[in-house]
């Protein structure tokens, strides 16, 4: 009972001594990256780099104890902290205290509705967002991060936006303004970063780029030559707040909420799952609900805002060597002791560094595989990531996003109102019923019509079960039986009995009668209930096609 409650005790009761350097290596690791990453996504959600640090601690701890991943980490990332920035700004200046109570308010929102979801265990909604449609999502919101982070690499004071195209038209109508010192600076970070990444990818290479910021705009004073730098840094642990609720600022954010709440949980749960499957361990979506929501429920009451898995960083983690949540614990303590004596080393920072760590690190979000794989297997799904980017680029995060989500429902609803169905013929050597049009040398009967549904059969694709099968009838020139495969149908409501029942009528007094094969248990039920047994005795009763086809010809 304490381990559904507490899944962290698992790992602690059975802890192994093995683990604890894998643990201590990868706690420090993500500790280093946290840092930097942590502040540099702070200021990309509108907020002081300190937000960052505190979203790195309590809100990380609280998951590691609650949440079903041992590996996952924990923490502010790109895509939600773009997220937060498109959907706060409109209605708060950036950085104010209104700003701030609508962040902490967010966070609540946000961790209290995922641990709803996970209580009442309805984590399975989480999959009717199209993977499509975060691929799509995903390479343009990272597009979008890093044009909003091009202002602070050129040293100007951006607008603002949430579009590409109004972040575009932005920087080329500054351009001229820009800091030619701050540009070397962010430019340098950026190369600095991918060089070493490329000799060495488990180096912490953006404290490297901090810390070298750091040294050259201290000594050579260039934040007196327009350098944008972080200035002072609050030490201590984070703050207590007390997020203001009231209906209105309610109902401004819940829309907001809800993006970030199924964007941030797709990126989360699709990583922590990859590990699990590595280390051979289930991860619960429900519990993760309620983990991420517990942790994003002490975001909003610890100066912090709302937080999941991050791709790049769990994949760090785990490559460190982390087995448990011990490795997280530690990067929280690691980063506790930053906060508390440590926060005065980056005053010198410069805002340009923090956007070159910022545009490395979202650069891999980008996925052009992606779109190739899906128009190569499916190209429905290859347009609906292609729609979903697009409309992001040029509409902004939410509006994409949504706009990405209705047509993937329309999609399914489309295909799920067009159901597979196969005409069936008979291959003698194989002994079984194939469709006819892969299997061409399949043996059809005369006077027989061999049809197989693959679908649940209810109101929404009975029309086009009705309409094929009027085609194909009216086609068949002297039919005298239809066959129905109900071999791949695991559902029916009372619409389909209903039409199935009319259109049996409708061909009888043409002498065409219907016999049903492969009924299963549950749908056998349902037929029972509306009385066919009665009504059409053996028809219904056939185990196998090949009984069916026997009974054919014995009449």
Excluded at 271 to 286: C, F, G, L, Q, T
Excluded at 486 to 500: E, Q
Aim: avoid cysteine; glycine fraction near 8%.
């Amino acid at each position: 009972m304490i381990q559904k409650i507490f899944p962290a005790f698992d790992w602690l009761r059975h802890y192994k001594r093995s683990d604890l350097r894998g643990d201590l290596s990868a706690g420090l690791v993500v500790a280093i990256m946290l840092v930097p990453q942590g502040m540099a996504y702070a200021l990309l959600a509108g907020l002081p780099p300190v937000i960052g640090l505190y979203a790195s601690t309590i809100p990380l701890l609280v998951y590691t104890l609650f949440g079903s991943s041992r590996q996952l980490a924990v923490g502010p990332v790109a895509m939600i902290s773009l997220l937060v920035f498109a959907g706060i700004s409109d209605f708060a200046e950036p950085g104010s205290e209104q700003y701030l109570g609508f962040v902490f308010l967010l966070a609540l929102i946000v961790g209290v509705t995922q641990f709803a979801m996970g209580l009442f265990r309805i984590g399975a909604l989480i999959n009717f967002l199209s993977h499509a449609v975060i691929s799509g999502f995903t390479s343009a919101a990272a597009i979008i991060i890093i044009l909003s982070q091009l202002s602070s690499l050129l040293g100007i004071k951006s607008s603002g936006g949430h579009s590409a195209l109004h972040l575009f038209i932005d920087l080329v109508r500054k351009m001229g303004d820009a800091n030619p010192i701050t540009l070397i600076i962010g430019f340098a970070s950026i190369t600095l970063l991918v060089v070493v990444k490329k000799k060495s990818p488990r180096f912490p290479t953006p404290i490297l780029v901090v810390a070298a910021s750091i040294g050259a705009t201290s000594l050579f004073s260039l934040d007196r030559l327009g350098v944008s730098i972080v200035g002072h840094v609050p030490g201590g642990f984070p703050a207590f707040s007390m997020p203001s609720m009231d209906i209105e600022s309610l109902e401004v954010l819940f829309p907001t909420a809800l993006t970030v709440l199924f964007v941030g949980f797709m990126e989360s749960f699709s990583i922590a799952k990859w590990v699990a499957a590595r280390e051979r361990y289930k991860i619960d979506s429900n519990k993760e609900l309620i983990g991420l929501g517990l942790a994003n429920i002490a975001a909003s009451f610890s100066s912090s805002y709302p937080v999941t898995g991050g791709l790049s960083r769990t994949a760090v983690n785990y490559e460190a060597g982390a087995r448990t949540g011990l490795a997280s614990i530690i990067s929280v303590l690691i980063i506790l002791v930053t906060l508390m004596f440590f926060t005065s080393f980056f005053y010198y920072l410069p805002n340009a560094a923090l956007a070159g760590i910022v545009i490395v690190a979202v650069t891999g979000l980008i996925d052009l595989k992606e779109a190739r794989h899906l128009f190569r297997v499916k190209p429905i799904d290859g347009w609906m990531m292609i729609l979903t980017f697009l409309a992001t680029l040029l509409l902004g995060s939410q509006n994409g996003m949504v706009i990405g989500v209705v047509f993937s429902l329309l999609v399914f609803i489309w295909r799920s109102a067009h159901p597979h169905a196969a005409e069936l013929g008979y291959l003698e050597k194989e002994g079984i019923f194939r469709n006819i049009r892969r299997f061409p040398e399949a043996r059809t009967y005369p006077g027989v019509l061999i049809l197989r549904v693959d679908a649940s059969l209810y109101f929404a694709n009975m029309s086009f079960l009705e309409d094929l099968l009027r085609k194909t009838i009216e086609e068949k020139k002297g039919l005298r039986w239809v066959i129905m495969d109900l071999s791949g149908v695991n559902d029916m409501d009372g619409v389909a009995i209903d039409a199935l029942e009319e259109i049996m009528e409708m061909y009888r007094p043409r002498g065409i009668e219907f016999l049903f094969a492969a009924m299963k248990g549950p749908v056998r039920d349902l037929v029972a209930k509306a009385g066919w047994e009665e009504k059409y005795g053996k028809q219904i009763k056939f185990n196998t096609l090949q009984a069916a086809i026997e009974e054919i010809k014995l009449v």
